[in-house]
């Protein structure tokens, strides 16, 4: 065979190669278009979701806050009632206290912003997923509400149950002490001069 048949028989698969590289990229860019289409077309569907459901959003936020400062708000009064006659057991735990209400405004405010993210998310819900959401984030701040009144019941009664443990305590080493204390004063007076 010489060179020039060489160079045609080579010629036809280039162009095949060329073809079908043009093809495929032909076919990616198509693709890549319509992609883009269907992506804005759901971008603004999900922004007039959104838009339309804002104002429902804002005030169940705004209602759930309220009600959340309103029982925050009777807790301390009971709290504040329950601790009235021991101030000075008060004030030697109310490091422990703040902590306490700073850790559970925390994750009061790492539970709204996690809803609000879901909320945010979930821009194309209908009527009846909106309201199933809804009750379903009642019934969480319902059952947290509940298990933070269990925690700080529990906590306050491990602090009852350690106070009286230390007076007890208290009593055991002192008693004692004090026993030894009277008897000592007593033979003190009995060896003075009258």
Do not use: C
């Amino acid at each position: 065979m010489s060179e020039k048949e060489n160079i045609d028989e080579t010629k036809p698969i280039e162009n095949l190669l060329f073809k079908g590289w043009n093809d495929f990229v032909s076919s990616i860019t198509d693709g890549y278009n319509k992609f883009q289409k269907s992506i804005e077309e759901t971008t603004k569907k999900n922004t007039e979701s959104w838009n339309q459901n804002q104002e429902k959003i804002n005030k169940f936020l705004k209602d759930t806050k309220e009600n959340w400062d309103v029982t925050l708000k009777d807790w301390g009064t009971e709290f504040k009632n329950t601790h009235k006659d021991n101030k000075e057991l008060w004030n030697n735990n109310l490091g422990k206290i703040n902590t306490y209400f700073k850790n559970t405004q925390e994750t009061w405010d790492n539970k709204l912003k996690e809803w609000t993210n879901d909320l945010e998310k979930r821009q194309i819900e209908n009527k009846e997923q909106w309201e199933a959401r809804k009750q379903k984030i009642n019934q969480d701040i319902k059952s947290w509400q509940k298990q933070t009144k269990r925690d700080w019941e529990k906590g306050l009664k491990s602090f009852r149950r350690e106070m009286i443990k230390g007076s007890y305590m208290f009593l055991i080493f002192m008693l004692p002490i004090l026993v030894v204390f009277v008897i000592i004063m007593y033979y003190l007076t009995q060896f003075l001069p009258k």
